[in-house]
């Protein structure tokens, strides 16, 4: 099972500001890593897929980086609606598909 | 515009058996795998199980391997899961997310969109 290490667990930006979350994958999977959004009482939303992907509807201040086993996502100019806990996921080798242990985005 | 609509919450007592529902629309349903995660109360996100939309095919987390069934009906492109001997540590928000790769397969998954979650509440 490969497993997905998120980094760090909270952090803390002010609005406007760039924020910078990590993941590290055990192994080498490639591209193939997605990050999600989730507020809570809500499900995830897919914001990037194979590594740095947009998915539709995404806004251009979210970018996705990275291959083999480290990867970034990196909102710059945060806004009020982007705090919110980020998942990365690898799809590479499955089953099981595994997720990092998210990374909370708060408000400073 | 995809949607995927789950069945509501509800309270099981231990060593009951909860099946959650899953309805697809706004799309192919037959092209897609569709997928079951777990997320426990504060907790991360956690796969359980998928289904191939196209020919039913099964692949399970070792995690849930003896205690889930994950069934589908094309005729109404609904998705099940039947998760079975529930205990305490089961209490938990269960998504469906079909699942969506580049080019369309039913492998290496990313999941879009997800259902909006349905409450599982484990207590006597």
């Known amino acids: 099972e490969v497993v997905m290490t998120q980094s760090p667990v909270t952090l803390s930006v002010s609005p406007g500001e760039r924020a910078t979350l990590s993941c590290r994958a055990s192994?080498?999977?490639?591209?193939?890593l997605a990050w999600y959004q989730q507020k809570p009482g809500q499900a995830p939303r897919l914001l990037i897929y194979a590594a740095s992907t947009r998915a539709s509807g995404v806004p251009t201040r979210f970018s996705g980086r990275g291959s083999g086993t480290e990867f970034t996502l990196t909102i710059t100019s945060l806004q009020s609606e982007d705090f919110a806990v980020y998942y990365c996921?690898?799809?590479?080798?499955?089953?099981?598909?595994?997720f990092g242990q998210g990374t909370k985005l708060d408000i400073q | 515009q995809v949607h995927l609509v789950q069945s509501g919450a509800g309270v099981w007592r231990p060593g009951a058996s909860v099946n959650v529902s899953c309805k697809a629309s706004g799309y192919s349903f037959t092209d897609h795998a569709m997928h079951w995660l777990r997320q426990a109360p504060g907790q991360g996100l956690e796969w359980m199980g998928w289904i191939n939309g196209g020919n039913g095919h099964t692949i399970y987390s070792q995690t849930f391997q003896d205690r889930v069934t994950i069934t589908r009906d094309t005729a109404s492109n609904t998705v099940y899961l039947l998760l079975s001997g529930l205990r305490s540590e089961d209490t938990g928000v269960y998504f469906c997310?079909?699942?969506?790769?580049?080019?369309?397969?039913?492998?290496?998954?990313?999941?879009?969109?997800w259902g909006q979650g349905t409450l599982v509440t484990v207590s006597s």
């Open positions: 192994q080498s999977v490639r591209n193939n």
């Open positions: 996921q690898q799809y590479n080798f499955w089953p099981p598909y595994t």
């Open positions: 997310a079909r699942g969506r790769s580049r080019p369309l397969s039913v492998a290496n998954n990313w999941f879009d969109p």
